[in-house]
């Protein structure tokens, strides 16, 4: 069973930065897509980045030129790089695996921003 652990969150002022990590357990963590979403109290869980196997990268609007998405396939871990934080990017933040038709979350991660 594939496990996947997020760190990194925590409380930042707005403007400031933190950077998330999302260590896998297991083998073949190269050949999966990794995505970030998050998800604000009240709120639906969104998308927020993704990464695949060949390294291709999107975003959603919101966080386009704030937020960089890498992999480190030797260390199995996806990044999220978040710069300019803004109040609104108050979320537990999850990161995602996929393969194929199959799925796997992490329990998430805090991030507030905040003054």
């Known amino acids: 069973q594939v496990q996947f652990v997020e760190s990194g969150g925590g409380l930042v002022q707005p403007g400031g930065s933190l950077r998330l990590s999302c260590a896998a357990s297991g083998s073949s963590f190269s050949i999966y897509t990794m995505f970030w979403y998050r998800q604000a109290p009240g709120q639906q869980r969104d998308m927020v980045a993704i990464?695949?196997?060949?390294?291709?990268?999107n975003y959603a609007d919101s966080v386009k030129g704030r937020f960089t998405i890498s992999r480190d396939n030797a260390e199995n871990t996806v990044y999220l790089q978040m710069s300019s934080l803004k109040p609104e990017d108050t979320a537990v933040y999850y990161c995602?695996?996929?393969?194929?038709?199959?799925?796997?979350w992490g329990r998430g991660t805090q991030v507030t921003v905040s003054s």
């Open positions: 995602k695996a996929r393969l194929g038709l199959r799925e796997y």
């Open positions: 990464i695949t196997s060949g390294g291709n990268t």
